[in-house]
């Protein structure tokens, strides 16, 4: 038998209303916060993704799936969304737009991960961008969206973590303290932390290694180096958060694992689970920031901009875990047993009617038994039932039986959309 790769999914009919759920209302708060729907292509040319995530990055290094076209162009499929709306802005001619310019995205991204529980190869990320202000107000606003996102769908066990990772000129000096503190530190670092001291000592702070994550404690603060320019933006971002009544905590450990962050970076994390080992890994729900230099990075204008990304799965997950009620599929208003040939052509007619008033109905379409049919309608959740044979067609009436009461009341079976869109 042939199966799906490793690390993607099939999501089966019972399980997507919550992967709708979640989309439905991601897109319901972008069109409340004024963010428009952007769409870009699968897969992008490969330089792209170096010069826009970095190719420090462990994305960039190892998690890329890229391959030759027949052309013999290396192409990459999109590993996040950030650098394609970047390009496409730049393409489209759309950094002269009335600032700021305000986009969402829902897509499936594609990296080469270890499979885990909430980490997949092919997954699914809602985000949104914001271009062409470096002001502290659109961080907040942008941070603010996140958190109302997540607080909408219900989930409470959530904490907003940020941070702020300076920029061109403080950065260095901050780079600097990182690289004399691991340097000192050296034989403790794993073999890729030993590398990335080299190539970009802040990505040793995401390392996941026990040693690296426990040297990662006394490391020097970004917030320390941060230059006076930093230090205002990062408080003005702050009081804003609470003038919108957000909780939030400074996490000095967040660097983001993607090169063209700036300033402002933070995570949305939320309910733990443990792994094999019993330790508790809280998931990352999204995370996001600042990005000031990545249009110029990719040949475009100086635009400022700011955005996130939330993983689907996970807020599902954490979903799953709050013990909410959560959305299923639809179940039918009604379903009609039939008796004979006669009687099932005609209650097709009559379901089809019903499902053109936008009532949910299902009839045999198998050939059933009265018995199957009845034991079908009510495996699939039906609230109604009714049987419909030569006497109920000659008569123009049918008897609904209420499945949970048994309560059972006659309509003509001309009335019944009019019956079950009035009660
Ligand atoms: P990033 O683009 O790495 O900043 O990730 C943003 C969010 O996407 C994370 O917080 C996760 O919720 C989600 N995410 C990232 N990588 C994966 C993955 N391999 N599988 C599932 N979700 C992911």
Redo the contacts with the bound molecule.
Sequence with gaps: MIIKPRGTMDIMPEDTPLWQYVEEKAREISNTHGFGEIRFPTFEQTELFARGVGDTTDVVQKEMYTFFDKDNRSMTLRP?GTASIARSIVENGRCSDAMPLKLYYLISCF?Y?KPAS???RE?Y?YGVEMYGSESAASDASVIALADSYVKSLGITDYSLEINSIGCKECRPHYKKALTDYYTANYDTLCDTCKTRLKTNPLRILDCKNPECAHLAKDAPKTLDYLCENCTSHMKTVEDSLKSMGITYKVDTGIV???DYYTRTVFEIIGPGEPDKDGNVRRL????GGRYDGLVEEIGGPKLPGVGF???L??LIIALQMSGKELPSKKKPVLYIASLGTNAQIQALGIVNKLRDAGIYAECDLVGRSLKAQMKYADKIGAEFTAIIGDNELENGKAILKNMATSEQTEVEIKALADFFKNR
């Design positions: 996040e990296r991960e909430g980490r997949y997954f990320q983001r694992g993607l990352a729900l999204g995370g990304a939330m993983g799965s996970r």
